[in-house]
């Protein structure tokens, strides 16, 4: 028997299976995903690497063949079906094995758990006392102190290790010593961290709040989604999507197919946004689950996160929450993969192999025969179109689970309007007399200021008009020396002096911050106390929490943010949202900009009025007649998928077609512009009569990074396998020509950002 070994060194030129013997000591003692260590290359220097497979035959000269050392020192080893799931991502998303083998086991072996040592006993009562006696005849006071301690009332014969050593002062040689006499022994027990029972504030005494999974019954709606999905499940519909607006009760259901799961021996993984993984959310799993749930984020130390691997692997954990990389979590034998605010972009790795969990959790799924839930209350067009395609089931769920809260009442403000009549303030006169009121009224207000995408696209400040790539209908961008540029084809233009489109001469990029905005609104309302939650405020470890949790004390009326401000928080008392520049991310120079606009500003609308109190919300824009803005404002998804996917289809982007970004960077920048060039050339020629579009090269958004130039082409065609086919060529070109040893190449499969 030979092994199939990955070897630990991320070059692509390595990037293939080495095959070693399997020494008689080892076999059988080798498992596929075990870390070995193999003597490689010249000088045969030992070297780490994962098994991957076995063979029963060898490709290589069988004299030459080396035989594996042993497994790694302090080795981790990879699930064998997370073995299987890196070789498809890397099929599917490029980069090398080892990349992906390395994503798939995302922690090194930490200094594990913390242990605690205790001391036991082993005579019998009658026997110690013999003993004693004989200690103290001898004048032995150490080994007599120790023996009397564990002979106390009360202890059971066992005492803490730092027990014995700090408060009675026995050393270690004693303790040593009457171990190699048999009188008692030093034990050893592992202490996994547990995140949830060290956070003070979350423990088993927590009183049940009115959100607990107990507290309520479900309502119909609800009752059907249950049923319909767990019977679909159960009949082989293993993706389904569950579209609900924000406070329909996704994250209730989520909580019941999960408890299914769980009392039929399978565990589950609920993937949330880092920024939506809050203390709220978290305990509602803990009130259902208890310590059979943890959490993984990046909060955590390198040691807790180990240890909630080990936890899982062991089977001490049913339910593991985190970001991204949580679906790795190595669980035995895995039955539901959650996905909550399955839109979101930080679903999608910007490291190699840039992977997206959604596609990732479901090739999981099918390895493990798992089931996978995706919840949104602004389904991804992905998501969407493949429900509608009939490839996932669809749950719409279209009233708020709490009987009295409605959807929010929403008004449009135009800001060209404001600005004709003399405001030059950032708040409307309809937003500043709205806030005026329920300040009166003691209710809370959130002010969200959009910055989402904002990549110095240029406007029109009188008539609102964004200057666009004539050829892509994405917004160009501002870059020094007065150039315009489309980052996704390469079209250049020389920036206007007046609007193409009124004339006027008010052509800007629009700026404004959150401390801009809170120095207003202080100014406005002097007496009221106001939180400001952005990248400066919550840089400490719980800054972020603490904001929150003040807010929610109500130890402010108003909150200023960023996009943080508008996920997965329920605040009862908030009866007011004002987007301000809600459009700021409508004109970033991307496809998917309409997208995000859409999704951030229902999220926002849905901030308001949760609890019992009616909730409005304002949306200052300086583009009202967008279809993103008036179909976030109506609350209307369909409308909005129905525009954005006419968009879509006409431009051919996805999820109509597939697009694959091949990131070229060098620092020699006529070498790098050769470079893409043939590679261009090369595409052309593969692609040969299939129907694939090649654009580009063009320059990325950041052209040029740490006098790193890069430079970026698109293959765009309708069926994802030809895409992966071409990239395969394109690896192997790279492989063979001499030119490219100096040039970085990455592959990015329908890119969240042009
Ligand atoms: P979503 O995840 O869709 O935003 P949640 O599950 O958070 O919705 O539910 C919103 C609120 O409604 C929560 O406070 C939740 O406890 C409550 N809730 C959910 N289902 C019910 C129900 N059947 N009856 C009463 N309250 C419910
Ligand atoms: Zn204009
Ligand atoms: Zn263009």
Same mark, same amino acid.
């Given at each position: 028997?030979?092994?199939?070994?990955?070897?630990?060194?991320?070059?692509?030129?390595?990037? !293939?299976?080495? #095959?070693?013997?399997?020494?008689?000591? /080892? *076999?059988?003692? %080798?498992?596929? &995903?075990?870390?070995?260590?193999? $003597?490689?290359?010249?000088?045969?220097?030992?070297?780490?690497?994962?098994?991957?497979?076995?063979?029963?035959?060898?490709?290589?000269?069988?004299?030459?063949?080396?035989?594996?050392?042993?497994?790694?020192?302090?080795?981790?080893?990879?699930?064998?079906?997370?073995?299987?799931?890196?070789?498809?991502?890397?099929?599917?998303?490029?980069?090398?094995?080892?990349?992906?083998?390395?994503?798939?086991?995302?922690?090194?072996?930490?200094?594990?758990?913390?242990?605690?040592?205790?001391?036991?006993?082993?005579?019998?009562?009658?026997?110690?006392?013999?003993?004693?006696?004989?200690?103290? !005849?001898?004048? #032995?006071?150490?080994?007599?102190?120790? /023996? *009397?301690?564990? %002979?106390?009332? &009360?202890?059971?014969?066992?005492? $803490?290790?730092?027990?014995?050593?700090?408060?009675?002062?026995?050393?270690?040689?004693?303790?040593?010593?009457?171990?190699?006499?048999?009188?008692?022994?030093?034990?050893?027990?592992?202490?996994?961290?547990?995140?949830?029972?060290?956070?003070?504030?979350?423990?088993?005494?927590?009183?049940?709040?009115?959100?607990?999974?107990?507290?309520?019954?479900?309502?119909?709606?609800?009752?059907?989604?249950?049923?319909?999905?767990?019977?679909?499940?159960?009949?082989?519909?293993?993706?389904?999507?569950?579209?609900?607006?924000?406070?329909?009760?996704?994250?209730?259901?989520?909580?019941?197919?999960?408890?299914?799961?769980?009392?039929?021996?399978?565990?589950?993984?609920?993937?949330?946004?880092?920024?939506?993984?809050?203390?709220?959310?978290?305990?509602?799993?803990?009130?259902?689950?208890?310590?059979?749930?943890?959490?993984?984020?990046?909060?955590?130390?390198?040691?807790?996160?180990?240890?909630?691997?080990?936890?899982?692997?062991?089977?001490?954990?049913?339910?593991?929450?985190?970001?991204?990389?949580?679906?790795?979590?190595?669980?035995?034998?895995?039955?539901?993969?959650?996905?909550?605010?399955?839109?979101?972009?930080?679903?999608?790795?910007?490291?190699?192999?840039?992977?997206?969990?959604?596609?990732?959790?479901?090739?999981?799924?099918?390895?493990?025969?798992?089931?996978?839930?995706?919840?949104?209350?602004?389904?991804?067009?992905?998501?969407?179109?493949?429900?509608?395609?009939?490839?996932?089931?669809?749950?719409?769920?279209?009233?708020?689970?709490?009987?009295?809260?409605?959807?929010?009442?929403?008004?449009?403000?135009?800001?060209?309007?404001?600005?004709?009549?003399?405001?030059?303030?950032?708040?409307?006169?309809?937003?500043?007399?709205?806030?005026?009121?329920?300040?009166?009224?003691?209710?809370?207000?959130?002010?969200?200021?959009?910055?989402?995408?904002?990549?110095?696209?240029?406007?029109?400040?009188?008539?609102?008009?964004?200057?666009?790539?004539?050829?892509?209908?994405?917004?160009?961008?501002?870059?020094?020396?007065?150039?315009?540029?489309?980052?996704?084809?390469?079209?250049?233009?020389?920036?206007?002096?007046?609007?193409?489109?009124?004339?006027?001469?008010?052509?800007?990029?629009?700026?404004?911050?959150?401390?801009?905005?809170?120095?207003?609104?202080?100014?406005?309302?002097?007496?009221?106390?106001?939180?400001?939650?952005?990248?400066?405020?919550?840089?400490?470890?719980?800054?972020?929490?603490?904001?929150?949790?003040?807010?929610?004390?109500?130890?402010?009326?108003?909150?200023?943010?960023?996009?943080?401000?508008?996920?997965?928080?329920?605040?009862?008392?908030?009866?007011?949202?004002?987007?301000?520049?809600?459009?700021?991310?409508?004109?970033?120079?991307?496809?998917?900009?309409?997208?995000?606009?859409?999704?951030?500003?229902?999220?926002?609308?849905?901030?308001?009025?949760?609890?019992?109190?009616?909730?409005?919300?304002?949306?200052?824009?300086?583009?009202?007649?967008?279809?993103?803005?008036?179909?976030?404002?109506?609350?209307?998804?369909?409308?909005?998928?129905?525009?954005?996917?006419?968009?879509?289809?006409?431009?051919?982007?996805?999820?109509?077609?597939?697009?694959?970004?091949?990131?070229?960077?060098?620092?020699?920048?006529?070498?790098?512009?050769?470079?893409?060039?043939?590679?261009?050339?090369?595409?052309?020629?593969?692609?040969?009569?299939?129907?694939?579009?090649?654009?580009?090269?063009?320059?990325?958004?950041?052209?040029?990074?740490?006098?790193?130039?890069?430079?970026?082409?698109?293959?765009?065609?309708?069926?994802?396998?030809?895409?992966?086919?071409?990239?395969?060529?394109?690896?192997?070109?790279?492989?063979?020509?001499?030119?490219?040893?100096?040039?970085?190449?990455?592959?990015?499969?329908?890119?969240?950002?042009?």
């Amino acid at each position: 028997m030979f092994a199939n070994i990955i070897i630990d060194i991320t070059h692509e030129k390595l990037d !293939k299976i080495f #095959q070693y013997r399997i020494p008689s000591e /080892l *076999e059988g003692m %080798l498992e596929v &995903g075990a870390e070995v260590e193999v $003597p490689f290359g010249r000088g045969n220097r030992l070297t780490k690497g994962y098994i991957i497979g076995f063979s029963e035959t060898c490709d290589y000269d069988l004299s030459k063949v080396k035989a594996i050392n042993g497994l790694a020192e302090k080795s981790v080893g990879i699930e064998a079906k997370l073995v299987a799931l890196a070789a498809w991502m890397k099929e599917h998303y490029g980069g090398t094995m080892i990349q992906a083998l390395k994503t798939v086991l995302p922690i090194k072996r930490q200094e594990s758990a913390k242990v605690k040592r205790q001391v036991r006993l082993l005579l019998s009562k009658e026997e110690a006392e013999e003993k004693l006696l004989l200690y103290q !005849k001898k004048n #032995q006071k150490a080994r007599a102190r120790l /023996l *009397e301690a564990l %002979l106390r009332d &009360g202890t059971d014969g066992v005492l $803490p290790y730092e027990l014995v050593v700090q408060k009675l002062n026995i050393t270690r040689t004693v303790v040593r010593a009457l171990e190699e006499q048999n009188v008692l022994a030093l034990e050893s027990e592992n202490v996994f961290r547990n995140p949830l029972a060290d956070n003070p504030g979350i423990g088993a005494d927590q009183e049940e709040s009115e959100s607990s999974e107990k507290a309520f019954s479900y309502t119909t709606a609800q009752k059907e989604a249950i049923q319909t999905v767990w019977n679909g499940l159960k009949a082989g519909q293993r993706t389904w999507l569950i579209h609900g607006v924000t406070g329909s009760g996704k994250t209730a259901l989520y909580i019941e197919w999960i408890k299914r799961t769980v009392s039929e021996g399978r565990q589950a993984i609920v993937l949330i946004p880092e920024i939506a993984l809050t203390y709220q959310t978290v305990m509602r799993f803990y009130h259902q689950f208890g310590d059979r749930v943890s959490i993984m984020n990046s909060r955590l130390s390198a040691g807790e996160r180990y240890d909630q691997m080990v936890r899982a692997k062991e089977g001490k954990i049913d339910v593991m929450i985190g970001p991204r990389s949580a679906l790795f979590t190595p669980f035995p034998n895995l039955g539901l993969i959650v996905i909550d605010e399955e839109h979101e972009t930080t679903y999608k790795s910007e490291q190699v192999p840039r992977y997206h969990a959604r596609e990732t959790a479901i090739r999981r799924a099918e390895l493990e025969d798992a089931g996978v839930i995706l919840g949104s209350a602004t389904p991804s067009l992905e998501a969407m179109y493949r429900a509608r395609n009939g490839e996932y089931g669809l749950i719409t769920l279209t009233e708020r689970a709490k009987a009295h809260a409605k959807m929010a009442q929403v008004e449009v403000v135009d800001m060209r309007a404001e600005l004709k009549e003399g405001n030059h303030s950032i708040l409307s006169h309809s937003l500043y007399e709205k806030m005026e009121q329920r300040l009166k009224d003691g209710e809370q207000i959130m002010l969200f200021l959009n910055r989402r995408g904002y990549a110095g696209f240029l406007s029109c400040r009188e008539c609102g008009h964004v200057i666009k790539c004539p050829h892509c209908d994405v917004s160009l961008s501002t870059h020094r020396g007065g150039k315009l540029v489309c980052h996704y084809c390469g079209h250049e233009e020389y920036k206007p002096l007046n609007c193409p489109e009124c004339g006027s001469k008010h052509l800007g990029e629009f700026k404004v911050g959150t401390q801009q905005v809170e120095d207003v609104v202080q100014k406005m309302f002097p007496q009221t106390r106001v939180l400001r939650m952005d990248l400066d405020t919550t840089r400490n470890k719980n800054g972020h929490e603490e904001i929150l949790s003040a807010f929610a004390n109500e130890e402010a009326q108003i909150l200023i943010g960023t996009q943080m401000i508008v996920k997965g928080h329920d605040f009862p008392n908030v009866t007011l949202v004002g987007a301000l520049a809600a459009d700021m991310s409508l004109y970033a120079d991307d496809y998917r900009a309409g997208e995000r606009t859409f999704q951030i500003l229902t999220q926002a609308v849905g901030r308001s009025g949760r609890g019992e109190k009616a909730g409005e919300a304002v949306i200052q824009t300086y583009s009202p007649d967008h279809y993103a803005i008036q179909t976030a404002a109506a609350q209307d998804y369909e409308g909005f998928y129905e525009q954005e996917m006419y968009y879509r289809e006409m431009m051919g982007y996805p999820p109509v077609e597939h697009l694959l970004a091949v990131l070229l960077s060098c620092e020699e920048e006529t070498l790098l512009e050769t470079g893409a060039d043939y590679l261009k050339n090369f595409a052309k020629r593969a692609a040969g009569k299939a129907p694939i579009q090649i654009i580009g090269p063009a320059s990325p958004s950041i052209g040029k990074i740490n006098d790193i130039y890069r430079k970026v082409l698109y293959l765009k065609t309708e069926k994802y396998d030809t895409l992966v086919k071409m990239k395969n060529r394109l690896e192997q070109y790279i492989e063979i020509n001499s030119g490219y040893q100096k040039i970085r190449i990455q592959f990015d499969f329908d890119p969240m950002h042009l």
